[in-house]
């Protein structure tokens, strides 16, 4: 029977193997009571399994403060659980509450991350995945062979549906290949969903009409269900492409019924994603995050960017990046979304790292308030990947390239 | 124009005004560029105040370790924050991302925790909430004055239909008043999803045939939005008054859905909480997360309960418990859910610090292990309850109630 592993990073300060047990015996089949008819075989059915307990190293001090069991070492170590899929079959959320559940609650633990989770051959029939993914989004903008470039609405909300398609206007002359809206602007008092949907589809669409490119524009259609889906066909009826969703205030059975719709690639916002991620022995890495929501459907995904100017490092970027390359089943391609601070300065140092340009890399500042205009920031985001590519240096590129040189001029102070 | 309110712990090794100034900043009109025909009274409309900072004690070390600030103090404070109603109208998730977004990302904070949220009048019209509250779930079985009894149904998974429809049958003769599903138990291998509740329900209607006292049962219905549609209808065509959802790993969005079907009491299971919740200066606390759950019409929340198995406080769980009484707009009532390791010695404690009985008391092994079987076991947490409001000790109680009594021989001793 195929089973379902997931990788913990924990922390305790009792006996490491008799507490991997507990989290095992708490997430399955747990405090048995002996009941008629129950044999020894069915309890190893549903019995989730350690597989295996790498020890790391110790600490003098709980990683979580306010831990019962005080004095003495705090165990680090990697530990491996498998459950037979017989448990849950096919059903996220159950999953999730199995994977992610009362674990995190046990006096056994003084630390609790869910690093990466492995799942079973049988999913790929089970789960569509995302329906366009790097390819799809690729074809939907027309653009191959260089990262999609992007740039957010900003200020994030107070502009009216007008003043919005005005400034899509000019970033879709300048060439951009995305938009979105941010995610704190879902329907407000003076840009109502379906207005602002109206005048920036229009927009967009004549330019499309004239210059033979779409400019895909990601709306944020994060709602109650009813109303997403009647965002989503709003979206769909004025010949848009795609629909934003902030998947953790949605939440994952949300997010799917929505990506079950098939005819939008969904750009996964994971704004909350601190709260979730930014302790290092709490909450949950992103090899094992994007998973679920490619199994939910998500196409685009972010995973913030090089340099960015938020708390993440440069390697949990990296890691983020290479994590959404991995596979699923041979497939269920999602696309990396780079942002937060970008500019194309860090295009040289993402390209060495990922050696990849599937990515949608994002800039605000960046491309708005370039010296040459939107136009020429668009322009200089395309070149730093070109020079990137080439194995320029930012000075090579910079001289090579006069709009990536303004670029510099202007944010390479920073 | 109405606002809503935010208030956080947070902790910061910069400015605390501008800090806090940042977050606002961020989680609204943030970054503005001069955009045609937008105004200062545009921007005042959309913009987050910061109406309050109370200054609490520093730190030597950051809350959260791997802050790139390091070196002083790091102050700890309390702030609020507020937002105009215009910026979100009644859309959940997006209130969330403003509330609970990219503000954990920020450098500028070392800890960051949601303490509780204040929402304005007319949210009372906007959302339905809870169906059936304390009052509904006390009509829908029959309990008055006292807390409503329950138990889970334990082993988690690997009980058939038929063996779990015994052990209902059980329960039910027992005089219990509430039974749930396991969060791990959705649709199991060999206990699928209908026919588990043909099973229990035909067991639970015959037993209310004789006794005129319906069990409630908490049927886990997690899944996508269309089987939990399927599961809900299922529950009500046999008759049954309770459906059980993951919150956490369900969503917002899809909790809402079927919450807003109106015929069936919700049990929302809070698992996972732990890590939203369990470091002191990152994620949410209590009071604003069932408020979130309220408004999706949510009639049962898990709080823990006093003396647990878990890492919780006991005044973590009195906190909680307190919020759950909290009235929303005048109403939203919710039944708070106390469970993990209680067995009826906790009831005098817990009546003691909460003053009420409004609750769903819910025991496993000291009703299913008590020594005079589970009659005894539901007889016995009745009695635990009756002496705690008359002000009795656990030794008095004891001496007064013979089944008690044997509880506390039992399971006194931990």
Not at 48 to 56: D, H
Not at 61 to 78: D, H, N, T, W
Not at 350 to 368: H, K
Request: hydrophobic letters at 40%.
């Amino acid at each position: 029977m195929e089973r379902i592993t997931a990788k913990y990073y924990i922390e305790t300060p009792l006996d490491l193997e008799k507490s991997a047990a507990v989290l095992a015996g708490e997430q399955s089949s747990g405090t048995f009571i002996a009941v008629p008819g129950e044999t020894e075989e069915l309890k190893q059915r549903f019995a989730a399994r350690v597989e295996k307990i790498t020890v790391l190293d110790t600490a003098d001090e709980p990683a979580i403060p306010g831990v019962l069991v005080s004095g003495g070492k705090y165990q680090r170590a990697m530990i491996e659980v498998s459950w037979s899929i017989e448990n849950f079959g096919y059903n996220l959320p159950v999953m999730v509450s199995t994977l992610q559940g009362n674990l995190y609650e046990l006096t056994q633990f003084t630390g609790l991350k869910l690093m990466d989770i492995e799942l079973p051959p049988s999913f790929a029939t089970a789960f569509r995945g995302p329906v366009f993914g790097i390819e799809g989004c690729r074809k939907l903008t027309g653009v191959y062979d260089r990262p999609l470039i992007g740039t957010i609405i900003k200020p994030s909300i107070g502009m009216s549906p007008e003043q919005t398609a005005e400034l899509v206007g000019t970033l879709a002359a300048a060439g951009i290949d995305f938009i979105k809206d941010d995610e704190l602007l879902g329907s407000s008092a003076n840009s109502a969903f379906d207005k602002r949907v109206d005048a920036v589809m229009e927009v967009i669409n004549r330019q499309a009409d004239r210059s033979g490119k779409k400019v895909m524009y990601a709306f944020n259609i994060s709602d109650d269900i009813d109303q997403m889906q009647h965002n989503y066909e709003k979206i769909v009826n004025t010949g848009g492409t795609s629909a934003m969703i902030s998947l953790n205030s949605v939440g994952l059975s949300g997010v799917k019924k929505i990506a079950d719709m098939g005819a939008l690639a969904i750009h996964g916002h994971r704004n909350g994603w601190g709260m979730l991620n930014r302790h290092p022995l709490l909450g949950i890495e992103f090899p094992a995050y994007q998973q679920l929501w490619r199994l939910a459907g998500v196409d685009q995904i972010h995973v913030n960017g090089i340099q960015n100017k938020f708390w993440e490092s440069d390697d949990s970027v990296v890691r983020s990046i290479e994590a959404c390359y991995r596979p699923m089943f041979g497939g269920y391609s999602v696309l990396p979304v780079v942002s937060s601070g970008q500019w194309g300065g860090q295009a040289p140092e993402t390209y060495r790292r990922i050696q990849s340009v599937d990515l949608l890399y994002m800039a605000g500042g960046g491309i708005m308030a370039h010296p040459d205009g939107p136009a020429g920031g668009v322009i200089a985001m395309q070149q730093a990947w070109q020079a990137a590519v080439d194995g320029l240096s930012i000075a090579e590129a910079a001289v090579k390239y006069p709009e990536f040189g303004h670029s510099v001029t202007v944010f390479g102070k920073k």
